[in-house]
């Protein structure tokens, strides 16, 4: 009944720490957070879809290079925590961006997304790739 109740309080400083951190739902980090296989397909569209939009939509890349015919290539990368209990009441999950590490009565897993974009000379996407990992 302790780890239960430890568990319990876990994951209540846990829930209002996560929610003080959302205060403002515009910051770029909630923008990156949106970073999703659903989000990026529903917002990348190759010849309409411009840098602007891309900025918009998910912030700044963590990467900018040139490919070999010059096109400029944005990559980004992000990877969050995900923490479940369980208890005799059901099922809890939270989702840890940015966090590390396991607590005490919580299973762990990670998942990790690499999105590559592609623009042309006018600054429109030209092809992207995206990949999804859970560890």
């Known amino acids: 009944m302790k780890a239960i109740t430890n568990s319990f309080i876990a994951l209540i400083f ?7 951190c959302m205060s403002d739902p515009q910051t770029v980090t909630d923008r990156n957070s949106q970073l999703t296989q659903g989000n990026v ?3 990348i569209r190759v010849g309409t879809t411009t840098k602007a ?11 900018t290079t ?3 015919s010059g096109k400029e290539v944005w990559t ?3 990877s969050a ?3 479940q209990s369980s208890s005799n009441s059901g099922y809890w999950t939270i989702l840890l961006a940015g966090q590390s590490g396991s607590s005490s009565g919580f299973e762990s897993s990670s998942r990790m997304i690499t999105l590559i974009i592609k623009f ?3 600054d ?3 092809d992207f790739s995206s990949r999804t990992s859970n560890f």
């Not at 939009?53 to 990467?63: D, T, Y």
């Open 76 to 78: 980004y990368q992000r």
């Open 120 to 122: 042309d000379r006018n």
């Open 53 to 63: 939009e891309v900025l918009e939509n998910f912030g700044s890349p963590n990467i």
């Open 66 to 68: 040139r490919d070999g």
């Open 14 to 20: 846990t829930s209002l720490f996560l929610t003080g």
């Open 124 to 126: 429109v996407v030209a």
């Open 81 to 83: 925590q995900v923490a």
């Open 41 to 43: 397909q529903l917002s």
